[in-house]
């Protein structure tokens, strides 16, 4: 009397306390017969707010097992729910709704992070070596790419990340039922050395393809090489358009600075599918990674500069006005600077402070901001010198443009 898949009873039985302190078992739509859709687990019990002298009942299969279409809700009479009359068994639970086209459409992918407990990650990665990869493929979970981080404390580097292709968003969830239920799978989740290995629950993105996507050859990932995985929000309402200036502007100034992007994906669940897109980039090696992100950076911050200068070398206007529109220059030519370049800053020093005990970064705080001063009074050409400067105005287009 098993839900097939299942160590559980395929019935939802509850206990009813009795006026002698003694209980009585009870199950919603009568005893469990063969050929009955599972019911398996209440609860929740509600009293009518119609007030016509019933009871709901509502359940939901939440153990491990993934289910599909499992959610169900009864109603009947009081008496009946405290067992002091018999209700009539109800056999058909009506046919099954069909899943929206959106959730019919694909390919989706899906984007998966684990974070392992300390001294675990060893075991973690043995695991999706000798046990899961296989199995992946034996469920139609196609993998795009597994990959490891290169970089910051150990707690980040115990993290193993993988994205997953699938037909459609509902061959997704159909791939994880079977995947789950997997006798071999269950096997492997029983052995030891494969027990307590995540720290964290598993985190899931599922994705869609950008309509200004790139493509990887195959959907396949070939190894070597440093990977970088970037996740952009755009404001309300921006998305399209954000996603439209990155690769009109930013794919083309990353590529002249040997960074490969490869492909891009949005967000295909609420809320994050309103504002979210991800980009996948390559670099050939760890430390040309870095160099290109230099590179990247000191390039823009010249190029913002010289863009203003040469407003303010062509413009007719005197005075302020001149003044104004030099620095209208910079500003236009500095938003995706603004936008990516001080947000990868951000990341870098933000690396930098988790490392640092308290104490520390009081004291790394001090010394950025003394750094900062001191760039932009010496007029170093550097991100933080002309982003504080340009809060001065005329100061900073005095020292950059004029030629007397």
């Not at 390039?299 to 007719?316: G, I, K, L, P």
């Not at 930098?352 to 760039?375: H, N, Q, T």
């Given at each position: 009397m098993r839900w097939k898949g299942s160590a559980l009873y395929a019935g939802a039985?509850?206990?009813?306390?009795?006026?002698?302190?003694?209980?009585?078992?009870l199950e919603v739509?009568?005893?469990?017969?063969?050929?009955?859709?599972?019911?398996?687990?209440?609860?929740?019990?509600?009293?009518s707010p119609f007030n016509d002298d019933s009871i709901y009942i509502g359940g939901h299969d939440s153990s491990r097992k993934v289910s599909d279409n499992m959610a169900w809700i009864f109603n009947a009479p009081t008496d009946v729910v405290l067992g002091k009359t018999k209700g009539e068994s109800f056999k058909s639970l009506g046919a099954r709704v069909k899943p929206d086209?959106?959730?019919?459409?694909?390919?989706?992918?899906?984007?998966?992070?684990?974070?392992?407990?300390?001294?675990?990650?060893?075991?973690?990665?043995?695991?999706?070596?000798?046990?899961?990869?296989?199995?992946?493929?034996?469920h139609g979970l196609q993998v795009v790419g597994y990959w490891t981080?290169?970089?910051?404390?150990?707690?980040?580097?115990r993290r193993f990340i993988y994205i997953l292709k699938h037909n459609s968003r509902y061959d997704a969830y159909l791939n994880w039922v079977s995947f789950s239920n997997d006798k071999e799978w269950e096997r492997v989740l029983d052995q030891p050395k494969f027990q307590g290995l995540l720290?964290?629950?598993?985190?899931?993105?599922?994705?869609?393809?950008?309509?200004?996507?790139?493509?990887?050859?195959?959907?396949?990932?070939?190894?070597?090489?440093?990977?970088?995985l970037r996740t952009y929000v755009a404001n309300p309402g921006k998305l399209k358009s954000a996603e439209e200036k990155y690769t009109k502007n930013i794919v083309k100034l990353l590529q002249m600075r040997g960074i490969k992007d490869l492909f891009g994906w949005r967000a295909f669940d609420p809320p994050e599918s309103k504002n979210t897109f991800i980009r996948l980039l390559h670099h050939p090696s760890e430390k040309e990674a870095v160099l290109n992100w230099k590179s990247f950076i000191n390039?823009?911050?010249?190029?913002?500069?010289?863009?203003?200068?040469?407003?303010?070398?062509?413009?007719?206007?005197?005075?302020?006005?001149?003044?104004?529109e030099a620095l209208d220059a910079y500003k236009n030519r500095d938003q995706f600077t603004k936008?990516?370049?001080?947000?990868?800053?951000?990341?870098?020093?933000?690396?930098?402070?988790?490392?640092?005990?308290?104490?520390?970064?009081?004291?790394?705080?001090?010394?950025?901001?003394?750094?900062?001063?001191?760039?932009?009074?010496?007029?170093?050409?550097?991100?933080?010198?002309?982003?504080?400067n340009v809060k001065s105005g005329r100061e900073v287009v005095n020292f950059h443009c004029r030629r007397n």
């Open positions: 039985l509850y206990a009813v306390r009795q006026e002698d302190q003694t209980y009585k078992v739509n009568n005893s469990y017969e063969v050929g009955r859709r599972p019911l398996v687990a209440p609860r929740a019990f509600c009293v086209k959106r959730l019919l459409s694909g390919p989706v992918y899906e984007l998966r992070i684990y974070s392992a407990n300390e001294l675990r990650f060893g075991n973690l990665i043995e695991r999706f070596r000798e046990h899961t990869d296989r199995l992946f493929k034996k981080p290169t970089e910051g404390p150990s707690k980040k580097r720290a964290l629950k598993p985190e899931s993105l599922f994705m869609q393809a950008s309509e200004f996507s790139g493509m990887i050859d195959g959907d396949k990932i070939t190894p070597g090489g440093i990977y970088e390039d823009n911050e010249h190029a913002n500069v010289q863009a203003m200068c040469n407003a303010w070398d062509s413009s007719t206007k005197k005075g302020d006005d001149r003044i104004s936008t990516f370049v001080a947000k990868y800053y951000r990341l870098v020093l933000f690396d930098i402070e988790s490392l640092l005990p308290i104490s520390a970064k009081v004291k790394f705080g001090v010394y950025m901001d003394d750094r900062r001063r001191r760039m932009a009074t010496s007029g170093t050409r550097s991100w933080g010198s002309v982003v504080e």
